[in-house]
């Protein structure tokens, strides 16, 4: 293809777009190039193939300063698509649905978007009324330390059919959130998953210094810091 091809930089990369990145480690550098490009423009990777290689580098390397300024980012409540949404939190999950994230969890990146519809469910019952919020990703956020945010809410129960049309939904989400809330599961869900009863006050107290300043990268964008908080007595959720 012999004429310049310039594609929109969109401002957040989806869900979505993320997972048809797929596995990228058997491909050569231009066949990973070729599939990122594809996933984020909307052209299929054969029409981009066709492209002029220098303009495909061109646009990879813009699209790729986006990519690489992703980061995870763990929001426990936050306003989307019309909807208010709340994470639930490990030792409030049913058997059920632990069942169902297990199922989908072994799949990785490629399942994020049913792990998230587990994971965040509409709000029922809050009480929001003390509450900041922020804007950012075209949608609002709470801020607050994370373990009392859990608090405020109560989800709609667990529900296989609502589950699946979230699925679908979730692959709008912008990946960094999705991210944030797939890597908060894992390093505080899945560590102490021997203990379901576990609050997560008491699952921070277990961690070694290392693993709390980790946590709280995760926790930045909500003013979740915990280790101001771990030498206070915290009331159980």
């Known amino acids: 293809m012999s004429k310049n091809i310039t594609i929109e930089i969109p401002e957040t990369i989806t869900v979505g ?8 480690d058997h491909l050569s550098n231009t066949e990973r190039i070729i599939r990122i490009v594809s996933a984020i423009s909307g052209y299929t990777e054969q029409e981009v193939s066709k492209w002029n290689v220098a303009n495909l580098f061109g646009i990879y390397k813009d699209l790729n300063e ?10 426990p409540i936050f306003e989307w698509e019309g909807q208010t949404w709340g994470f639930q939190p490990l030792h409030k999950m049913t058997a059920g649905e632990y069942i169902d994230l297990e199922a989908r969890l072994k799949n990785g990146v490629g399942s994020l978007n049913q792990v ?11 009480k929001f009324d003390g509450l900041e919020w922020k804007l950012k990703h075209n949608l609002k956020y709470a801020l607050g330390k994370t373990e009392n945010l859990f608090k405020y809410y109560t989800l709609d129960d667990y529900d296989v059919e609502t589950r699946s049309w979230r699925e679908e939904q ?12 797939y890597n908060f599961f894992l390093f505080v869900g899945v560590k102490y998953s021997n203990d ?11 961690m070694t210094k290392e693993e709390k300043k980790k946590l709280n990268q995760l926790l930045a964008t909500t003013d979740g810091s915990i280790l101001s908080t771990t030498s206070q007595k915290m009331g159980e959720s």
Do not use: D
Request: no cysteine; glycine share 8%.
């Open 170 to 181: 979730f692959k709008n989400l912008p990946i960094g959130l999705g991210l944030g809330a």
């Open 116 to 126: 998230l519809a587990i994971l965040y469910r509409p709000i029922k019952e809050h």
């Open 66 to 75: 986006r990519v690489e300024s992703l980061q995870a980012e763990f929001l």
């Open 196 to 206: 379901l009863s576990t609050s997560f006050q008491k699952v921070v107290n277990k």
């Open 17 to 24: 777009q993320y997972q048809k990145f797929g596995t990228l």
